[in-house]
């Protein structure tokens, strides 16, 4: 465990890799959480993330974490300058048996600290088009809860480590999000995101890139998205917070030209998502 890459734990600010087995972030996927860019020992995008996390608080009715204290426990998991990746996790705490949640909620607050991924690419990666579609559920649309078993199934689907990501549909067939992205095409100059209304997460590095548009005076407009307009797409790119845009090359037979994607958007987003240190 004190190894640089080795993965560190809080649980309520305590070192330890253990929760109660009555959690109901265990027992139901009651709860959120976000996953951080950590890179030349700067925790990237804090407020961002720690305003959607409040935001889902809100939708599930939990107690919202004090903002200063996961800022320190964060903090205290700094050792050095390399890249790593926080996650900050909040379930509802420990319950009884049964759906209903406690009336006095004492949330347990876990921190974590993992190593950094492997960087795609810069010339583009491949994605595919999963056939397991996402659960529709407007009211936890654009939230980041616990209950990953839609993504955790299209991601099945694969094992070829040629392919980066996998494009999710919607129970209607429109396309939504990667399994661990946001996605974007280009087409006309105009850049096109799916809209979140029914289900899918609203990424952070999604909201940053749709402002660094604006600031650039490039248009945008969140719409329904077919398969068939990623065919007709003049590029497209993934969206994340710890890989802030990725090009993607080609999508099953079909290829996309990277340099369609604005470079001083590529660059503002990953200057905003992982600054200069990764």
Known sequence: MNAPDAIRILVDGRATGCVPVLDRGLAYGDGLFETLAVTAGEIRLWDAHCDRLERGCAVLGLPAPDRALLRHEAESLLTDSDPWVLRITLTRGVGGRGYAPPLDPRPTRILSRHPWPASPTRSGVRVRLCRHRLSTQPYLAGLKHLNRLDQVLARAEWDDPGIAEGLMRDQAGRVVEGTAANLFLVRGGVLETPRLHRCGVAGVAR????????????????????????????????????????????????????????????????????????
């Open 207 to 278: 909201a940053l890139t749709l402002e660094i548009a604006t600031r650039l005076g490039i248009p945008w407009r969140e719409r329904d998205l077919r398969p068939g307009d990623l065919y007709r797409a003049d590029a497209l790119f993934l969206t994340n917070s710890l890989q802030g845009l990725v090009p993607v090359a080609r999508l099953a037979d079909h290829a996309y030209d990277p340099a369609a994607i604005p470079p001083a958007l590529r660059r503002g987003v990953r200057a905003g998502a992982l600054g200069d240190g990764a």
